[in-house]
């Protein structure tokens, strides 16, 4: 919910597509993205984890993962082809002191998983992971799985690659549920 129980603003991603290096052009557009809506959101709407776990519809993503602790979905704002976001199902905030070191590894096992299948399914040139989010947004622990495609300028790597300011790719539903089956099976492969 948005301040005084109101319902927080929908994010929504501006006029302006652009193509995007190393994505075919019939696969994504690169649109700006409404970045005050979105940090208001985050700073005020639910925790997207626990919202997404609960069947919120407001915070759908297609799920990539799942067991008994840890989930991976698709990012719904992706700066990268295939960004994937792993977290706990519980919600924990700190990497470090709310997880002891055996639910930390079991973390990174999924991390890792994921990981690889990302790379299988869109052959990457590098692979970002990231631990990202603050108590002020966003707050549940979660890790960004984010690869590269291979072509991109060196001054559009790192972290211009990573940050929504330079636009989000925005998929149909159906192109979203094709990656996310791609990558269901290449980690069902794997297991």
């Known amino acids: 919910m948005g301040s005084a129980g109101e319902p927080a603003k929908p994010v929504t991603v501006e006029e302006g597509a652009q193509e995007v290096p190393g994505e075919p052009a019939d696969r994504a557009q690169r649109q700006p993205m409404d970045l005050a809506a979105y940090s208001a959101r985050a700073q005020s709407g639910p925790c997207f984890v626990c919202a997404f776990l609960s069947g919120d519809p407001d915070f759908a993503h297609e799920t990539v993962f799942e067991d008994d602790e840890h989930v ?8 990268l082809p295939g960004k994937v976001l792993v977290a706990p199902k519980a919600h924990v905030e700190h990497v470090v002191r709310d997880l002891d070191e055996t639910a930390y590894l079991r973390l990174m096992r999924v991390v890792h998983t994921v990981a690889l299948a990302v790379e299988r399914v869109f052959a990457p040139e ?5 631990s990202l989010g603050s108590r002020q947004g966003n707050a549940h622990l979660h890790w960004h799985i984010a690869g590269l495609p291979p072509g991109v300028p060196y001054d559009q790597q790192q972290f211009h690659a990573l940050m929504s300011e330079h636009g989000v790719l925005t998929y149909t539903s159906e192109q979203r549920a094709e990656m996310a089956a791609h990558l269901r099976r290449s980690i069902g492969e794997m297991l």
């Open 126 to 130: 590098r692979t970002y992971l990231l």
């Open 72 to 79: 991976a979905f698709l990012d719904r704002w992706p700066t």
